[in-house]
T-cell receptor
């Protein structure tokens, strides 16, 4: 069983479109995260939710909106996609906020044309 | 601010060679330090960690020692294998406010048989 899963794995779309990436974890963790990895492999946190409550919101354009319907799911919706949004997006989870080990999903490669 | 700097990649070695990947950090207070590994097509996995000065983290033949005096956490392995080919990320955990991981830029390692 996959611990942290993301869908889709690949997403190709045009500028201006709206898209969503879904993440689910079956580890029973309380905290989930979204990271963005750019073309140079830099990995930066975007958001973190703890028990469905937003606790980290980095300087991310408000076109990005995370939604956590329950503590096992954290989805990322992106409005009005831009070329610069092309990246790999990783979801992760941990037992509780600040716990050392974060478990990562396989990533979603988003390409905006 | 808090940041992590890793040696530039890519790094290419022959099987059984000695590996060092340098990592230095800047942080307020005393962060915890981590190495994560990303195998091709997969999410990141925790490789090893150290939580205080002079701690040595080790796993799968890899080691790293938390050096407060040089603010470093270099990753080493005595004899690399082809299966070690991956991208390696150094990271620190910021112990202030909402805790989060800050990653270095990643170092791609290729081991040739």
């Amino acid at each position: 069983d996959t611990a942290v899963s993301q869908t889709p794995k690949y997403l190709v779309t045009q500028m201006g479109n709206d898209k969503s990436i879904k993440c689910e974890q079956n580890l029973g963790h309380d905290t989930m995260y979204w990271y963005k990895q750019d073309s140079k492999k830099f990995l930066k946190i975007m958001f973190s939710y703890n028990n469905k409550e937003l606790i980290i919101n980095e300087t991310v354009p408000n076109r990005f909106s995370p939604k956590s319907p329950d503590k096992a799911h954290l989805n990322l919706h992106i409005n009005s996609l831009e070329l610069g949004d092309s990246a790999v997006y990783f979801c992760a989870s941990s037992q509780e906020q600040g716990t050392y080990e974060q478990y990562f999903g396989p990533g979603t490669r988003l390409t905006v044309t | 601010g808090n940041s992590v700097t890793q040696m530039e990649g890519p790094v290419t070695l022959s099987e059984e060679a000695f590996l060092t990947i340098n990592c230095t950090y800047t942080a307020t207070g005393y962060p915890s330090l981590f190495w994560y590994v990303q195998y091709p097509g997969e999410g990141l996995q925790l490789l090893l960690k150290a939580t205080k000065a002079d701690d040595k983290g080790s796993n799968k033949g890899f080691e790293a020692t938390y050096r407060k005096e040089t603010t470093s956490f270099h990753l080493e392995k005595g004899s690399v294998q082809v299966s070690d080919s991956a991208v390696y990320f150094c990271a620190l955990k910021v112990i202030q406010g909402a805790q989060k991981l800050v990653f270095g830029q990643g170092t791609r390692l290729t081991i040739n048989p």
